[in-house]
């Protein structure tokens, strides 16, 4: 729209007497129209389409299929509008013989390219976010962008560590090259249950997965622990593929608390956002308890006197517990769905 109002001053101060055909207010609808339709089909095609089948491909994968899918919503988007200007101009029916043949002529004049330009500028512009996006995580480009944590603050953050079990002696077994794939495709698997659990994954720390979440998102619908009950659900429905690869299917544990941290930007070449606090370390050693403990899910009691609701949970006080380097004992509990 932007473009044509651009135009359309430009041919006024050249040609009056041309800009004086154009319908100004018909064609400020269309292009809105057009905006509109763009943003209807490409939106949904760019954010879930794209973003789900290219993430665990190379990104020249993403390119090719964005591409395609790109010349197929611009041509269906310019065709639509090409018919309804055109037979608004001729004032025929819109699939009368004249109006197609304009309309097919319209769709392959060379003054397309000015328009295809703009709108390869506009998808590539947005993929390219979209994949800075999933490196830093999402919404963490924004952070830096506006330099939220340049100057280091303290926030309140409930913090996941959750660990393959067996990691060395699955490793043995099948090879380190066939581990990497194995390990990669458990990530993948259990990335989308993080994310529709509000979490952030901050780390991947060997086998280990860091996820974090603010207290808020941590509580809400508790997100903090129902993230790791359908993580166990997505493991158990792809067991089979997981079996076939590799002759098992992972098993892991997690350990969860929460506490003040202070987060900032570190590093000048690869910056990044880092969260440092004794909250870390506690975490990382409730997760290690697990084994001992024979649980697969462990949390501090700090986490339970959040939830507002344990409906459906069953939870099971494991009272205080020496945890390695710490002075003080820590009380924790496991924690499951009632029924499991």
């Not at 339709?37 to 973003?51: T, Y």
């Not at 493991?235 to 992972?250: C, D, L, M, N, Q």
């Not at 697969?296 to 409906?311: F, G, H, M, R, Y």
């Amino acid at each position: 729209m932007l473009l044509f109002i651009y135009e359309y001053y430009a041919l006024l101060i050249r040609a009056p007497e041309t800009a004086e055909e154009i319908d100004f207010m018909f064609n400020i609808y269309i292009n809105l129209s057009a905006g509109f339709l763009a943003g209807l089909l490409g939106g949904p095609f760019l954010v879930f389409s794209v973003s789900q089948h290219t993430r665990t491909r190379p990104y020249y994968y993403g390119l090719l299929y964005t591409a395609i899918g790109f010349f197929v919503i611009y041509f269906i988007i310019s065709g639509t509008m090409s018919l309804i200007i055109i037979s608004n101009n001729l004032n025929r029916p819109i699939f009368s013989k004249e109006v197609l043949i304009d309309t097919k002529n319209n769709l392959l004049g060379v003054w397309q390219i000015k328009n295809i330009i703009i709108w390869t500028l506009m998808i590539s512009v947005t993929q390219f976010v979209m994949q800075i996006n999933d490196k830093f995580g999402p919404g963490n480009l924004w952070k830096l962008v506006r330099g939220k944590y340049y100057r280091p603050a303290e926030e309140k953050r409930v913090f996941m560590f959750l660990d393959l079990k067996s990691a060395t002696t699955i490793a043995e077994e099948i090879g380190h090259k066939k581990y990497y794939n194995f390990l990669n495709d458990f990530f993948t698997t259990i990335t989308n249950p993080i994310l529709n659990h509000m979490g952030e994954i901050y780390q991947y720390v060997g086998d280990e997965i860091v996820v974090s979440w603010t207290i808020n998102k941590a509580i809400r619908n508790n997100n903090c622990l129902h993230c790791f009950f359908n993580i166990q659900k997505s493991i158990h429905k792809e067991s089979s593929r997981f079996v076939a690869k590799y002759g098992i299917t992972p098993n892991f544990k997690a350990g969860i608390h929460f506490g003040s941290v202070t987060v900032g930007e570190i590093g000048i070449i690869k910056r990044d956002i880092v969260y440092s606090g004794d909250v870390l370390n506690t975490t990382s050693r409730i997760q290690e308890s697990c084994n001992e403990l024979e649980a697969d899910l462990l949390v501090s009691e700090d986490i339970i006197s959040l939830l507002k609701n344990v409906e459906g949970l069953r939870i099971d006080y494991k009272g205080d517990v020496s945890l390695k380097g710490k002075l003080k004992k820590v009380k924790i509990a496991s924690v499951s769905e009632i029924g499991d």
